[in-house]
T-cell receptor, first 113, second 114 residues
Framework: DGGITQSPKYLFRKEGQNVTLSCEQN?????MYWYRQDPGQGLRLIYY???????QKGDIAEGYSVSREKKESFPLTVTSAQKNPTAFYLC????????????FGPGTRLTVL | AQSVTQPDIHITVSEGASLELRCNYS??????LFWYVQSPGQGLQLLLK??????LVQGIKGFEAEFKRSQSSFNLRKPSVHWSDAAEYFC????????????FGRGTSLIVHP
């Protein structure tokens, strides 16, 4: 089955530690995205990548970093510089082009203690 | 810049009743419009989308939406709600050309009473 996987589902970390969230897709999509979701705030774009080895900052990139070394993988690192990292993180992908919807993974809930 | 407003944070309906979720957008050109649904603790699933043509679009799970350019709206409707429709609903607007980065509304939480 084609789709997007995110792991782990739940993640706990101590304050001050960096943590990496995994996102893998086997849909052969060119573009991938990371969103942060907080209650009542909808989805906010952290980073996106339209092609391998290239990525762009979204609206709330501070305290986060990404890499895109392979087409199918787009890991997100939440660094200790992120002031309030506890949130639900969603990864998405889409085929290249303007007429395509996004396909979302199941999400990772990160809790920083 | 494009923006999306979902004026209702919560909507409560009885099972079997009709439903309308509101979405208003701000964008100069013809927008690309989407409705997604999210069950608790899950990712988003596309319900329907509008790019051009017929302004009334049909989606999955019995949902439909109507694009009204004069009102800058893209409201989601369902004639008879089922308990399983309880979820969070997001409207999103995209733009033509260049990078495709949609803007999402804040979401509307649908509560269904038996």
């Amino acid at each position: 089955d084609g789709g997007i996987t995110q792991s782990p589902k739940y993640l706990f970390r101590k304050e001050g530690q960096n943590v990496t969230l995994s996102c893998e897709q086997n849909l052969n999509h060119d573009a991938m995205y990371w969103y942060r979701q907080d209650p009542g705030q909808g989805l906010r774009l952290i980073y996106y990548s339209q092609i391998v080895n290239d990525f762009q900052k979204g609206d709330i990139a501070e305290g986060y970093s990404v890499s895109r070394e392979k087409k199918e993988s787009f890991p997100l690192t939440v660094t200790s510089a992120q002031k309030n990292p506890t949130a639900f993180y969603l990864c998405a992908s889409s085929p290249q082009g303007v007429l395509n919807e996004q396909f979302f993974g199941p999400g990772t809930r990160l809790t920083v203690l | 810049a494009q923006s999306v407003t979902q004026p209702d944070i919560h909507i409560t309906v009885s099972e079997g009743a009709s439903l309308e979720l509101r979405c208003n957008y701000s964008y100069g050109a013809t927008p690309y419009l989407f409705w997604y649904v999210q069950s608790p603790g899950q990712g988003l699933q596309l319900l329907l989308k509008y790019f051009s043509g017929d302004t009334l679009v049909q989606g999955i799970k019995g949902f439909e939406a109507e694009f009204k350019r004069s009102q800058s709206s893209f409201n989601l409707r369902k004639p008879s709600v089922h308990w399983s429709d309880a979820a969070e609903y997001f409207c999103a607007v995209g733009q033509a050309g260049g990078s495709y980065i949609p803007t999402f509304g804040r979401g509307t939480s649908l509560i269904v009473h038996p």
